[in-house]
């Protein structure tokens, strides 16, 4: 699985951490991931590339993405571009 991170910028609270956490899990499979978004903004929020790795246990497979940031506001993770393929 490759997807693209980044964070959401538009925090009420300007002093508020500038990392978000996630976990992606899959078949058994997890990994966390966290990107740091000091200084982007809605036109750059510069967006990093991710990857996990699964192995399908079936032919259909849940796949997770869970915020870890669950501070009461919206500032957890933004995904765009996910893509799965077979390896």
């Given at each position: 699985?490759?997807?693209?991170?980044a964070?959401?910028?538009?925090?009420?609270?300007?002093?508020?951490?500038?990392?978000?956490?996630?976990?992606?899990?899959a078949?058994?499979s997890?990994?966390?991931y966290?990107?740091?978004?000091?200084g982007?903004s809605?036109?750059?929020?510069?967006?990093?590339?991710?990857?996990?790795f699964?192995?399908?246990?079936?032919?259909?497979?849940?796949?997770?993405f869970?915020?870890?940031?669950?501070?009461?506001?919206?500032?957890?993770?933004?995904?765009?571009?996910?893509?799965?393929?077979?390896?």
């Amino acid at each position: 699985v490759l997807f693209d991170m980044a964070g959401n910028w538009g925090l009420p609270d300007p002093d508020a951490d500038k990392i978000v956490a996630m976990d992606v899990a899959a078949a058994g499979s997890s990994q966390s991931y966290s990107f740091n978004f000091a200084g982007r903004s809605a036109q750059d929020m510069g967006y990093g590339e991710k990857t996990f790795f699964f192995k399908a246990t079936s032919s259909t497979t849940k796949l997770v993405f869970e915020s870890t940031n669950l501070d009461g506001f919206f500032n957890g993770p933004v995904l765009d571009n996910v893509r799965v393929s077979l390896n």
